[in-house]
């Protein structure tokens, strides 16, 4: 069975040890919403919303431990996210997700951004840095 729980500081040191397996940034829990996917009693998965301002959100660190791909957790954690996000009314919710990871998101309702002008100079920075941090290519995505 699966569930979603939000995180709780208890938690913290075991998300960033997934996040530095993925080679993620490091969380905090102060400016973020946290999502724990449990796979039959067990932790299989994770990611967050990192609050960008009062309207944006950013969702990101979405992660399945390797026991547990296939089992659409992955899913289950971005629907799980877009909810929360919806219940705190944040307007705007971007994603930057590795190109072949399109399909993925935007069946969730994420669209690729063209026109960067009235995206957040901190999303922008994110995105940015992410370009030239990996070598696959990165895409930046709006709810």
């Not at 932790?43 to 959100?57: I, P, S, W, Y």
Request: net charge negative.
């Amino acid at each position: 069975m699966l569930h979603i729980v939000k995180a709780k500081l208890d938690d913290l040191q075991w998300i960033n040890s997934q996040y530095e397996k993925a080679d993620f940034v490091p969380s905090h829990l102060d400016n973020e919403e946290i999502g724990i996917a449990y796979f039959n009693g067990q932790k299989a998965g994770l990611g967050r919303l990192v609050k960008v301002d009062e309207n944006t959100f950013e969702m990101g660190g979405i992660y399945t431990l390797e026991d547990y791909r296939g089992k659409k957790i992955a899913d289950s954690i971005v629907a799980f996210l877009i909810k929360e996000a919806r219940k705190l009314q944040i307007q705007n919710v971007y994603c930057i997700p590795f190109e072949h990871l399109k399909p993925f998101y935007s069946k969730h309702g994420f669209q690729e951004v063209v026109d960067l002008a009235a995206v957040p100079k901190l999303v922008i920075d994110k995105y940015n840095w992410c370009l030239e941090q990996y070598d696959i290519k990165t895409l930046l995505m709006k709810l």
